[in-house]
């Protein structure tokens, strides 16, 4: 590798990140020893997964009140777990932490970074940052962040993560020279405050080595990355109730709302614009919901029958008392939260509500 030594380029990144770090609530004060709560590391850095440390941060809090050790995690009923989740997105990494909490609890932490990469959800990147910020072992942790710091101090071209393996062989002595866990946290620092997609290399300690800057070319290394367009859906949202409970759709084991209960939905093409609807029906205005692959043009209705019908497996009937416990994404908490508001009534007269729900939820898919 024709790169200079990172020992000697990352020198001035250690004692930056002692000046400035973050108070954390994950984060030890004694950067070099091993960390005095491993478990309390890996929980967070699979909340940090695709999610900023703002959000993170009372997340973070809230669950290790509750789940305060592996063993507690991995005793946890799944919708406990879902719930205290709620909100936050990517469900499955709730999932695989309480897999890797339930590994963790019956067979102690793993000895080295394959035994962590075998836990379940632990990439190479979150794998390699347990080890570094838990255990103080030498693994290079490249994020989104790490990938940015090093492409602009070695100016490399294209996309840096073809040359992850090389970049992990050059950082793993800086590691050990300047210490594995203040060194890996110090690049995640510098990326997320300083070298961002618009970097602000005036206050950034690597400025005076890194390739990018002198070269002027920070703005084009590395590439912006181009994302495929969303898919555009148009749903119907339905809260439909009788006997005081609701129509739920039961947690699926797989998909992005995994584990979630959901409202049944129901495509508006299947059921024309200009069509009759039941006089008892509740209508408010709707709104987009976005998510990473769509854009769901959402419009939430209630329909109240007097009493339950018979209804197809994935869906159950729950009684309204106990809505507000079940774990749900955001799209169905926000039509969780309008059931309590005023809504709209159509004035046309239709066919019998429970025709038309029967109808909707036929062809009421399993969501997003």
Same mark, same amino acid.
């Given at each position: 590798? %024709?790169?200079?030594?990172?020992?000697?380029?990352?020198?001035?990144?250690?004692?930056?990140?002692?000046?400035?770090?973050?108070?954390?609530?994950?984060?030890?004060?004694?950067?070099?020893?091993?960390?005095?709560?491993?478990?309390?590391?890996?929980?967070?850095?699979?909340?940090?997964?695709?999610?900023?440390?703002?959000?993170?941060?009372?997340?973070?809090?809230?669950?290790?009140?509750?789940?305060?050790?592996?063993?507690?995690?991995?005793?946890?009923?799944?919708?406990?777990?879902?719930?205290?989740?709620?909100?936050?997105?990517?469900?499955?990494?709730?999932?695989?932490?309480?897999?890797?909490?339930?590994?963790?609890?019956?067979?102690?932490?793993?000895?080295?970074?394959?035994?962590?990469?075998?836990?379940?959800?632990?990439?190479?990147?979150?794998?390699?940052?347990?080890?570094?910020?838990?255990?103080?072992?030498?693994?290079?942790?490249?994020?989104?962040?790490?990938?940015?710091?090093?492409?602009?101090?070695?100016?490399?071209?294209?996309?840096?993560?073809?040359?992850?393996?090389?970049?992990?062989?050059?950082?793993?002595?800086?590691?050990?020279?300047?210490?594995?866990?203040?060194?890996?946290?110090?690049?995640?620092?510098?990326?997320?405050?300083?070298?961002?997609?618009?970097?602000?290399?005036?206050?950034?300690?690597?400025?005076?080595?890194?390739?990018?800057?002198?070269?002027?070319?920070?703005?084009?290394?590395?590439?912006?990355?181009?994302?495929?367009?969303?898919?555009?859906?148009?749903?119907?949202?339905?809260?439909?109730?009788?006997?005081?409970?609701?129509?739920?759709?039961?947690?699926?084991?797989?998909?992005?709302?995994?584990?979630?209960?959901?409202?049944?939905?129901?495509? %508006?093409?299947?059921?024309?614009?200009?069509?009759?609807?039941?006089?008892?029906?509740?209508?408010?205005?709707?709104?987009?919901?976005?998510?990473?692959?769509?854009?769901?043009?959402?419009?939430?209705?209630?329909?109240?029958?007097?009493?339950?019908?018979?209804?197809?497996?994935?869906?159950?009937?729950?009684?309204?008392?106990?809505?507000?416990?079940?774990?749900?994404?955001?799209?169905?908490?926000?039509?969780?939260?309008?059931?309590?508001?005023?809504?709209?009534?159509?004035?046309?007269?239709?066919?019998?509500?429970?025709?038309?729900?029967?109808?909707?939820?036929?062809?009421?898919?399993?969501?997003?």
């Amino acid at each position: 590798m %024709p790169w200079p030594p990172a020992s000697e380029l990352l020198a001035p990144l250690a004692p930056w990140f002692d000046q400035v770090r973050r108070d954390l609530p994950w984060r030890a004060a004694d950067l070099d020893a091993p960390h005095p709560d491993p478990y309390a590391v890996l929980v967070s850095e699979v909340m940090l997964q695709q999610t900023q440390v703002a959000t993170v941060v009372p997340y973070f809090e809230r669950w290790m009140a509750r789940f305060p050790t592996a063993t507690a995690l991995a005793a946890a009923p799944d919708d406990a777990i879902h719930k205290a989740w709620e909100g936050l997105g990517y469900y499955r990494r709730a999932r695989f932490l309480k897999a890797a909490a339930t590994s963790v609890a019956a067979h102690d932490w793993p000895g080295d970074l394959d035994g962590l990469a075998a836990l379940p959800g632990l990439g190479p990147y979150t794998a390699a940052a347990v080890g570094a910020i838990a255990f103080q072992w030498p693994t290079p942790a490249l994020d989104g962040n790490a990938f940015r710091v090093l492409a602009r101090l070695l100016a490399l071209e294209g996309d840096p993560k073809p040359h992850a393996a090389a970049l992990r062989a050059w950082l793993a002595p800086g590691l050990t020279v300047h210490g594995p866990s203040r060194l890996t946290q110090a690049l995640m620092e510098l990326g997320a405050t300083h070298c961002t997609p618009a970097p602000e290399c005036a206050a950034c300690p690597l400025a005076a080595a890194c390739a990018a800057h002198r070269a002027d070319r920070t703005g084009e290394i590395p590439p912006p990355r181009t994302r495929p367009r969303p898919r555009e859906v148009a749903l119907w949202l339905l809260a439909v109730e009788a006997e005081g409970h609701v129509l739920l759709q039961t947690p699926s084991g797989k998909g992005l709302l995994a584990g979630l209960w959901r409202w049944p939905t129901a495509d %508006p093409e299947n059921h024309p614009a200009d069509c009759a609807l039941p006089r008892d029906l509740m209508a408010w205005p709707g709104w987009t919901q976005v998510y990473t692959h769509r854009r769901e043009a959402v419009r939430p209705l209630h329909v109240t029958l007097p009493t339950r019908f018979q209804v197809q497996d994935g869906l159950r009937w729950v009684p309204r008392a106990k809505l507000a416990v079940l774990p749900m994404g955001r799209r169905d908490q926000r039509l969780r939260s309008l059931l309590g508001l005023p809504g709209g009534t159509p004035l046309m007269e239709g066919p019998d509500p429970a025709d038309l729900v029967a109808a909707l939820t036929r062809d009421a898919g399993p969501g997003t």
